[in-house]
């Protein structure tokens, strides 16, 4: 029986020039349950191959049966090309359901701190995990660090504002603009380790009970970030970060230029499949019609997890595998570059 959700578009919104929003609901009541921070999978057809892309979720689960994820248009986009330009109210979009693992679970006992960094259409799941912690944790605080090129590409502006006044004790913003157009009194520059450390220096007096970190946006403002936590010696399990597109291998990675055999055990079944150096196991393995369970394909939601039974593997982005899932040598193969000869994956029966 497929999992797959029937979603009906009730409204878009232009939420920047280049962003929109778009709430949905699902076509039969099917449940569309979810955690703050997850995301939805849509699934579409791009000129007779099946594509599918991660959209987190930016409303709350209060909002349901409705749904909204926003998405960031890009031009020549494949998402922007095959899904979004004909996109109108009373449309359907296939989805799987809310999957991933960037969330956060309120207790209206807990006080904390959530520190949350987001650049761009990173800010989608802060989104969700600040309005349900601002709803339900009246003792603990928020403070976002919100990365943008100029006032006109802030995402959620006024949604933002208009918590901020309403939990003016609990929740705090910073908007950072690298080209801010106007006269513009709040923080100027990209979010890197310079403004991270004038940022969370200015903040500190606010910080209350635990201190959670919430990272989302382009990979180097992340990496910046996690290096100065580390140096702060925050502790890693309270430093959350999504991933929220396939990084793609760039020359820095090291894997020598070749294509490699590798097998892939299905079933009890032995399949060999020889894998481009740009082309990750998961990709080939489907390409060649192997049913491999996957939903996100970027490292996300672990549907594609297999064990590495020999050789090695250029592994992108695994957060959704846990440090004891790596030592016992799991990996995802939709984010898994074969680097060696001999590479044997084995999907057992259990996925
Ligand atoms: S398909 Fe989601 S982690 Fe691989």
Redesign the pocket.
Same mark, same amino acid.
Request: glycine content about 4%.
């Given at each position: 029986m497929t999992n797959h959700l029937n979603l009906i578009v009730d409204e878009i919104v232009n939420e920047t020039h280049d962003t929109i929003s778009i709430l949905l609901h699902e076509k039969d009541n099917r449940d569309l349950s979810f955690l703050p921070g997850q995301f939805l999978t849509f699934i579409f057809d791009a000129d007779g191959i099946e594509t599918r892309r991660g959209y987190s979720i930016w409303t709350t689960p209060d909002d349901l049966p409705q749904v909204g994820v926003a998405i960031k248009k890009f031009k020549d986009g494949v998402t922007t090309k095959y899904l979004l330009e004909s996109l109108k109210v009373g449309d359907s979009i296939t989805s799987l359901p809310p !999957?991933g693992n960037f969330t956060v679970e309120t207790n209206q006992e807990n006080e904390r701190t959530l520190v949350m960094f987001g650049a761009g259409s990173g800010i989608t799941p802060l989104m969700s995990h600040l309005q349900a912690i601002l709803k339900y944790e009246p003792k603990s605080k928020v403070i976002l660090f919100y990365g943008n090129h100029d006032e006109d590409s802030i995402i959620f502006y006024d949604k933002l504002n208009s918590l901020q006044k309403k939990y003016s004790d609990n929740f705090f913003i910073e908007h950072c603009l690298s080209k801010p157009k106007r006269n513009w009194n709040g923080v100027h520059g990209r979010i890197d380790s310079v403004k991270s450390i004038e940022l969370l220096d200015k903040y500190k007096t606010h910080f209350t009970g635990q201190v959670e970190y919430y990272l989302c946006g382009p990979e180097e403002m992340m990496q910046t970030v996690m290096n100065i936590l580390k140096e702060r010696n925050v502790d890693r399990k309270n430093i959350h970060r999504e991933i929220y597109t396939t990084k793609v291998l760039d020359e820095t990675d090291e894997i020598e230029e070749k294509e490699r055999e590798v097998t892939i055990i299905l079933q009890g079944e032995r399949h060999k499949v020889l894998v481009m150096p740009n082309e990750t196991i !998961?990709e080939k393995a489907l390409e060649q019609g192997l049913e491999i369970? =996957? %939903? #996100? $394909?970027?490292? =996300? #939601? %672990?549907? #594609?997890?297999a064990k590495l039974l020999s050789g090695k593997l250029k592994l992108v982005e $695994?957060t959704?595998l846990s440090e004891e899932d790596i030592k016992q040598g799991f990996c !995802?193969? #939709?984010?898994g570059y074969p680097a060696s000869d001999n590479v044997v994956i084995l999907y057992e029966d259990m996925f």
């Open positions: !999957l !998961l369970p =996957n %939903s #996100c $394909q970027f490292g =996300n #939601c %672990s549907t #594609c997890k $695994q959704a !995802l193969t #939709c984010v």
